[in-house]
């Protein structure tokens, strides 16, 4: 175990008071700049009322909760119950977790997500020309859009042509409305399932609905009904090390668990990434000078992504600021102590990737978007668990490598088009939930690129 923490003599963490709580909700920003910061990421304790969760932000003490002292802090804990009920054990932890987590592992690795990006790309492609017919010189809700785009790309690249245009779009329905049907239980996690929640009903039928389209899919697999290489047929080949495959039902979980952590996520941060170019002129000019130079008269594939190179360095720092996965929860075992803090076992512990990189001694100015920050030259020396938008550890996101294919695809096809344009007067601010998602709606006209 590599210990850069001192576990020696310790003392009670100081306990912020409740009085933050409203304050967090309504102005994140300032109040989690106010937190992490007392003084310089020393961990807290927030009170919270029911609880008072240890507050981490400092990437030594990040470290020592996803990896060197991993086993101490597992990701239980009640809130993730809710989440199991759809998408099975891939949200939970131990053995089951653990065997879903290496097949899905050793299916998003560089070939296999090279051998389906031919296909992303050109569902892309059709995905934004639909786009463009809809939002002819009228606003768009940019979120609603970008959930779209990202849906039908992720639906082809994990069921390939087994499912048509319109069957993507309702698995997409049922399964956006699933996840709006289970949040009052994310928000009372503590409630019993005996108990009739708002939203139970909506949420089996959603399921209901999901399932009548995943399972003969995943059926035809089996019978080898299409030549295609898709993620259901990848998955249905696999085997871990004892040789045993999946059965259809932790195919069926798999494929939403991936789903639903690989959408919301996206989305949101390609709405940010019209507010950060909105916001960021000179930058936007960059971009757009470099996907018109690489692409020419093309549509993006898979030869130009390694040259969009400021293009990735954009989206890297988009993430730094507008950190998609804002909190981690996790929950102690036992008592334990980071840098002189003892964390009593059994508490609940909010690593917060969000004010991690807002820390001033380990990112230099915080506040200013530059993505230069990510250059190779700049990059060098910079603390593994400093930038935590993919979160680290056993638990460290599966989509990383899908999501950067995706997002320069999107924003390649999109950009090579159109100059989205963020027609919100006021700065748009982001709220603390699920994920940091904007406040308000975000409406974008889609300009033509050549207009300029
Ligand atoms: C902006 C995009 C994304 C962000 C910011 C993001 C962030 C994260 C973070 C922080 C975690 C760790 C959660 C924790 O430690 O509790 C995670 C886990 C995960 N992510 Fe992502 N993710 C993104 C996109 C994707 C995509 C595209 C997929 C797949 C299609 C995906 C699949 C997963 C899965 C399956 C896990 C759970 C891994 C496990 O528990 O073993 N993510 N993601």
Redesign the pocket.
């Known amino acids: 175990m590599t210990a850069e923490v001192d576990t020696g003599p310790a003392r009670r963490a100081r306990t912020l008071p409740l009085r933050q709580l409203p304050a967090l909700m309504r102005e994140p920003l300032k109040t989690f700049d106010g937190l992490g910061n007392e003084p310089s990421g020393e961990i807290v304790r927030v009170n919270l009322g029911v609880s008072r969760p240890y507050l981490v932000t400092r990437p030594e003490h990040v470290q020592w909760i996803?990896r060197d002292n991993v086993e101490n802090y597992p990701?239980g804990g009640m809130m993730w119950k809710p989440l199991t009920r759809l998408v099975g054990d891939?949200?939970g932890e131990g053995p089951k977790?653990a065997l879903n987590?290496g097949v899905?592992q050793r299916l998003?690795t560089g070939p296999n997500i090279a051998s389906v990006t031919g296909e992303m790309a050109r569902t892309i492609a059709e995905a934004v020309d639909d786009l463009a017919r809809r939002a002819t010189g009228r606003p768009v809700d940019s979120h609603a859009e970008m959930t779209r785009i990202v849906q039908r790309a992720?639906i082809r690249v994990f069921f390939g042509n087994r499912i048509s245009l319109d069957g993507a779009d309702h698995l997409a329905d049922a399964i956006r409305t699933a996840m709006k049907a289970m949040r009052p239980r994310l928000l009372t996690p503590f409630a019993p399932l005996s108990v009739r929640l708002p939203g139970d009903r909506a949420f089996h039928e959603a399921r209901r609905a999901v399932d009548e389209v995943i399972f003969p899919m995943v059926e035809g697999a089996r019978r080898g009904e299409t030549a295609e290489r898709d993620i259901v047929s990848m998955l249905i080949e696999t085997r871990d090390e004892q040789g045993r495959g999946l059965n259809d039902q932790q195919v069926r979980d798999g494929v939403l668990?991936?789903?639903m952590?690989?959408t919301e996520?996206?989305a949101?941060?390609l709405t940010w990434l019209w507010v950060a170019l909105k916001e960021h002129p000179a930058i936007a000019d960059k971009v757009y000078a470099e996907i018109d130079a690489v692409l020419g008269p093309d549509m993006p594939d898979r030869t130009h992504l390694p040259h969009l190179r400021y293009t990735k360095m954009v989206v890297q720092e988009l993430?730094r600021v507008y950190t998609?996965?804002c909190i981690?929860?996790r929950t102690s075992v036992d008592d334990d102590v980071i840098d002189g803090i003892r964390i009593k076992g059994g508490s609940t512990i909010v690593i917060s990737?969000y004010l991690t990189h807002r820390l001033a001694d380990v990112w230099p100015d915080p506040d200013v978007f530059d993505p230069e920050r990510f250059s190779p030259a700049r990059s060098k020396g910079r603390h593994r668990f400093a930038y935590?938008?993919?979160?680290?550890?056993?638990?460290?996101?599966?989509?990383?490598l899908?999501?950067t294919v995706?997002?320069q695809l999107i924003a390649a096809t999109m950009l090579r088009r159109f100059r989205p344009v963020v027609r919100n007067e006021s700065p748009v601010r982001p709220q603390v939930g699920l994920t940091l998602s904007p406040r308000e709606r975000v409406e974008i006209v889609l300009d033509p690129a050549d207009r300029r």
């Open positions: 996803l990701r891939m949200a977790w987590r899905f998003m992720i668990a991936m789903f952590a690989g996520t996206t949101t941060a993430l998609v996965a981690l929860p990737p935590m938008v993919f979160g680290a550890g056993p638990h460290q996101c599966l989509g990383t899908l999501f995706e997002a």
